[in-house]
């Protein structure tokens, strides 16, 4: 019975410590996926920023060829929001994984919380039964031992009235 128990004690630690490992993941994974679209994000934000710089610059100091600048600049900034756009849609989906580790934490641990409920409650059965079990055993040694004493009582008298005088004439 002990044996059993701490079977189920360990696999209540084993789903315990399988949680929290599949949270430590998680939790790394998201803060790797926030670090990489910040990055990602501050670099097109840099680019973006730079090519309408530079754009600009080039517009004042070359009246001349300020269509063509201006087209090459359109043509950068466009490029650049596209990077800013797929670092929104990286962002989203790192969110989004975000949602769903938690949303898999979430079971996981409603999972460890069922298993350890069912653990207990199994546990307590089984603890029930043994006492069932012990108690029914007590009782029958109880009958026993008045048995066993009622025969020694009965003994004792047959003894005591054998060894009596007169009592072998009385028979």
């Known amino acids: ?4 128990l701490a079977a189920a004690q360990a696999r209540a630690d084993d789903a315990d410590t399988d949680r929290a490992a599949a949270e430590a993941d998680r939790d790394t994974a998201v803060e790797q996926a926030r670090q990489d679209a910040a990055a990602r994000i501050a670099a097109a934000e840099a680019d973006r920023d730079a090519a309408i710089e530079q754009a600009r610059a080039e517009a004042d100091q070359r009246v001349a060829a300020a269509g063509a600048d201006r087209d090459q ?20 989906r790192a969110r989004a994984a975000e949602a769903a580790a938690r949303a898999e934490t979430e079971r996981a641990r409603a999972d460890a919380e069922r298993m350890r409920t069912e653990f ?42 054998d060894s009596q005088p007169g009592a072998a004439a009385a028979r």
Do not use: I, S
């Open 73 to 92: 600049a359109r043509q950068l900034a466009a490029n650049t929001e596209e990077r800013a756009r797929q670092a929104e849609q990286e962002t989203t």
């Open 120 to 161: 207990r409650a199994e546990a307590a059965r089984e603890r029930e039964e043994l006492r069932a079990d012990l108690r029914a055993r007590a009782e029958r040694a109880e009958r026993e031992a008045d048995a066993h004493r009622a025969e020694l009582a009965r003994l004792r008298e047959a003894a005591t009235q």
């Open 1 to 4: 019975m002990a044996a059993q």
